[in-house]
């Protein structure tokens, strides 16, 4: 079935830092591509997403682009900030209900 | 956006005890909602896919007596966690299928915002 690996952190970054977190996928057919995020003590939203080979997704200065040749897609930020610090999730669909699969999270610390 | 609303927001309750968690959608129908759950610097776990009129689709090694699912409308669906002990403490956390993005044509979730359950 289908899977996602994400880099393990946590990560820790100064203020304006570049930031890239590494996502990899196996899976069958053209899956879409999801990256979440989740905030100290609050639910999961949707940070940007690509449907298909060789789309960026971009939102709030992230950006990730859908690499079907490297079964990748690496959220990157140029200049991190503090209100950058949050859980950030790999996602893809696949799942035999129409679910999303996730990676096991990133834990991404921004220090001024 | 599409929005689905979460409720309690926390809830600590006695073991032994029942706890009832809703999943609603607002301003657009749902007839698939998700139920995940969320340990400690984990992922989220898939529990169950909830269908509106039909009987809720449990992941393997998931408690279907001891976690019921109801989905009686297109736009709420619940969980309850029956005699609740404190390993079931955790983050829960609703999803529902958006409709369509016609953009994008991806099939986007929406997420609640999470329930966090201790049990004492």
């Known amino acids: 079935g289908n899977s996602v690996t994400q880099m393990e952190g946590p990560v820790t970054l100064s203020e304006e830092a570049f930031l890239t977190i590494n996502c990899t996928y196996t899976?069958?057919?053209?899956?879409?591509l999801f990256w979440y995020v989740q905030y100290p003590g609050e639910g999961l939203q949707l940070l940007l997403k690509?449907?298909?080979?060789?789309d960026k997704g971009s939102n709030k200065g992230f950006e990730a682009t859908y690499r079907k040749e490297t079964t990748s897609f690496h959220l990157e930020k140029g200049s991190v900030q503090v209100s950058d610090s949050a859980v950030y999730f790999c996602?893809?669909?696949?799942?035999?209900?129409?679910?999303?699969?996730f990676g096991k999270g990133t834990k991404l610390s921004v220090k001024p | 956006g599409a929005v689905v609303s979460q409720h309690p927001s926390r809830v600590i309750c006695k073991s032994g005890t029942s706890v009832k968690i809703e999943c609603r959608s607002l301003?657009?129908?749902?007839?698939?909602m998700f139920w995940y759950r969320q340990f400690p610097k984990k992922s989220l776990m898939l529990m169950a896919t909830?269908?509106?009129?039909?009987?809720?689709?449990?992941e393997q090694g998931v408690e279907k007596d001891k976690f019921l699912i109801n989905h009686a409308s297109l736009t709420l669906s619940t969980l309850t966690v029956t005699s609740a002990h404190p390993e079931d403490s955790s983050f829960y956390i609703c999803?529902?299928?958006?409709?369509?993005?016609?953009?994008?044509?991806?099939?986007?979730?929406?997420f609640g915002a999470g329930s966090r359950l201790t049990v004492l």
């Open positions: 999803s529902a299928r958006a409709p369509l993005d016609s953009g994008s044509g991806a099939n986007v979730l929406t």
């Open positions: 899976a069958t057919g053209y899956p879409s």
């Open positions: 690509a449907t298909k080979a060789d």
């Open positions: 996602a893809l669909t696949g799942g035999s209900q129409g679910n999303l699969i």
């Open positions: 301003d657009f129908q749902a007839t698939t």
């Open positions: 909830s269908n509106e009129g039909s009987k809720a689709t449990y």
